[in-house]
């Protein structure tokens, strides 16, 4: 059975940082492009990053340039988001995709998982 399952999220000050976790099955992450995006209340989807099958990230949005890294462990088939000095305007629902062979547009993914949730408050 194919699953994506998202771990991590949390309340965090501004400034702060949390690491996200997607722990896979029924599928192996890196025979997939592999990627990382959110959703604000009210807002559309946004891309964050993907990591392709060779281990190349793409960035899609500029507002986490600098701030959120994306790897991949795949002998625990488990893809990370770090992120670092967090913002207010970061708090949405986070989402791991994964799409076959290639990283998608934007958050064009074949499958995601079911969330998780970053606050960022003080």
């Known amino acids: 059975q194919l699953q994506l399952v998202e771990s991590g999220g949390g309340l965090v000050q501004p400034g702060g940082s949390l690491r996200l976790s997607c722990t896979a099955s029924?599928?192996?992450?890196?025979?997939?492009?592999a990627g990382w995006f959110r959703q604000a209340p009210g807002k559309a989807r946004e891309g964050l990053l993907c990591?392709?099958?060779?281990?190349?990230?793409?960035q899609y949005a500029d507002s986490v340039k600098g701030r959120f890294t994306i790897s991949r462990d795949n002998a625990r088939n488990t893809l990370y988001l770090q992120m670092d000095n967090l913002k207010p305007e970061d708090t949405a629902d986070y989402y791991c995709?994964?799409?076959?062979?290639?990283?998608?547009?934007?958050?064009?993914?074949?499958?995601w998982g079911q969330g998780t949730l970053v606050s960022v408050s003080s």
């Open positions: 990591i392709t099958k060779e281990g190349a990230v793409a």
């Open positions: 995709g994964a799409k076959s062979d290639i990283c998608p547009g934007a958050t064009d993914y074949d499958y």
């Open positions: 029924g599928i192996t992450l890196d025979n997939y492009g």
